[in-house]
């Protein structure tokens, strides 16, 4: 079952789409003040809109997660209609495929300066506010979501599936810093998710490929992503659902 996430403040990065959208309309359904990242606003317009229309409240801020005054001047916007937040969803994430052999160091930058560094960049925005209100006795969780990349291995996603490691070791290790203080820490690794993630790669063959292990096993709907996330951050402050794997029944 599900808490009610009343008098909760979340910010969901990438919240434009997918799961990220998801999230931030389910966590709006339950009660909670939702605050929406991503860098196109005519989509993040879109999302605030349905989430208000559903009588729940969002905040659209354009923001790059790459970006540090960017992400600063986020912080700031959200401080000032919501006040600090307890509940931060670093989704935000880019997967190019290449082969390692053509060498694609803007791909391998991107890839690394959104799904890691844009994951740091939002920790730190945002520890302050987390440790605070644990602090005064309220639930805060940071959820990070990394991917099933991260253990298994797809052929032309090495640098992504490397970049997905990262988050999920970051979020084991930051638990030793984050847990003696009361704030949760959750990975969440999809496997196949319905999305857009995969319409960004150009190399056409790579993402032929990508199609045939969809049709293969099928795809999660983001909905069903995001039943996830808003399960674990409904458990009581003390129960860390810690890591969770959710994968297509049919995804080996
Ligand atoms: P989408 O492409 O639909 O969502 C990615 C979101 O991230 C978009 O809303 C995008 O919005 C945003 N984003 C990308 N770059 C930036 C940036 N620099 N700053 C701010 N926002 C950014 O794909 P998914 O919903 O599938 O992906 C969400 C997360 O789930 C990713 O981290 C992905 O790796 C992970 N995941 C997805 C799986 C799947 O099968 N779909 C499987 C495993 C993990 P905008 O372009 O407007 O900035």
């Not at 890839?111 to 960049?121: C, E, P, S, Y």
Request: aromatic share 4%; glycine share 10%; with cysteine.
């Amino acid at each position: 079952s599900y808490e009610n996430l009343t008098g909760r403040t979340a910010v969901v990065t990438g919240a434009a789409s997918g799961i990220g959208e998801a999230v931030a309309v389910l966590l709006a359904e339950r009660g909670a003040r939702v605050a929406l990242l991503a860098r196109r606003e005519q989509r993040l317009e879109e999302v605030a809109a349905k989430i208000t229309a559903g009588g729940g409240s969002a905040l659209a801020v354009v923001a790059d997660v790459t970006d540090d005054a960017s992400v600063a001047a986020a912080v700031a916007r959200i401080h000032e209609a919501y006040g600090p937040v307890d509940l931060v969803v670093n989704n935000a994430g880019v997967m190019l495929g290449n082969p390692v052999e053509a060498g694609r160091l803007d791909e391998w930058q991107r890839m690394i300066d959104t799904n890691v560094t844009g994951v740091l960049r939002v920790i730190r925005a945002f520890t302050g506010d987390l440790v605070a209100a644990a602090g005064e006795g309220r639930t805060a969780d940071l959820v990070d979501i990394s991917s099933v990349g991260a253990h298994l291995a797809f052929p032309n996603y090495a640098v992504y599936g490397a970049t997905k490691a990262a988050v999920t070791h970051l979020s084991q290790c930051l638990r030793t810093e984050f847990g003696p203080r009361d704030v949760r820490v959750t990975n969440v690794e999809p496997g196949f998710v319905e999305s857009e993630l995969r319409l960004h790669t150009d190399n056409a063959e790579v993402s032929g490929q990508v199609d045939g292990m969809l049709e293969a096993v099928g795809t999660l709907a983001a909905e069903e992503l995001a039943d996830v996330v808003a399960y674990a951050v409904s458990r009581p402050w003390h129960v860390n659902l810690r890591q969770i794997m959710a994968m297509p029944t049919r995804q080996a």
